[in-house]
């Protein structure tokens, strides 16, 4: 059965911070995707990044990164030079081939200015 | 602007009334789901339909009832045997092709509902 953990429920920190949201998953299949979404206060969740099982590269978007180690089967999101503006919601997700998409708790991030 | 609207965005209901959540999509996806946020649980998943007339259930359909008579309209009904139906409901879409597991879901903003 598929699984996402998020453990961490609430990071706070002051602007310009880096910050690490952590995700780990558990899954049976060889072949899988892996989402972070972001919930601002609006409502609506945002994709931020897809990855498929076979693609271990990370990846690094402006301020955001990705850090994927199947070994240790986690997905962590970084936030370099943290913003008020990245204060959200923010979550990790998993589809197996065939399966919906399961959601983490997800994480409550607050920057402080 | 294409995307997806739900409404209303709040909606508050009498114990034992029948409401329904409007999703609707101008994205041309073929996949359509709703979801129930509660606070710390994350999002789980009610129902979902990958092409008009057909629909499955998801983890906690109990309670609820869907429709999909057009491709761009997925309305959702939180009946009365629905226990527990203060919630956040997400509605949301992703195209179908390579399946509706490798691609992102489209979000709406939600419809907060509250049974007084």
């Known amino acids: 059965a598929q699984k996402v953990t998020q453990a961490q429920t609430e990071i706070s920190v002051v602007e310009k911070e880096d910050v690490t949201l952590d995700c780990v998953y558990e899954?049976?299949?060889?072949?899988?995707?892996l989402f972070w979404y972001k919930q601002p206060p609006s409502g609506e969740l945002v994709f931020l990044i897809r990855?498929?099982?076979?693609?271990?590269q990370n990846e690094i978007s402006g301020r955001y990164s990705w850090n994927f180690q199947k070994s240790t089967s986690s997905f962590n999101f970084t936030i370099t030079a943290s913003q008020v503006v990245d204060s959200a919601v923010y979550f990790c997700a998993l589809s197996e081939v065939g399966n919906d998409m399961r959601f983490g708790a997800g994480t409550r991030l607050t920057v402080k200015p | 602007d294409g995307g997806i609207t739900q409404s209303p965005k709040y909606l508050f209901r009498k114990e034992g009334q029948n409401v329904t959540l409007s999703c609707e999509q101008n994205l041309n996806h073929d996949a359509m789901y709703w979801y129930r946020q509660d606070p710390g649980q994350g999002l789980r998943l009610i129902y979902y339909?990958?092409?008009?007339?057909?629909?499955q259930k998801g983890d906690i359909a109990e309670g609820y009832s869907v429709s999909r008579e057009k491709k761009e309209s997925f309305p959702l009904t939180v009946t009365s045997a629905q226990k527990n139906p203060t919630a956040f409901y997400l509605c949301?879409?992703?195209?179908?092709?390579?399946?509706?597991?490798?691609?992102?879901?489209?979000f709406g903003e939600g419809s907060r509902l509250t049974v007084l």
């Open positions: 899954t049976r299949d060889t072949t899988y995707y």
């Open positions: 339909s990958q092409i008009v007339n057909d629909f």
């Open positions: 949301a879409s992703s195209p179908v092709a390579g399946g509706p597991w490798t691609g992102e879901l489209f």
């Open positions: 990855r498929n099982s076979f693609d271990e």
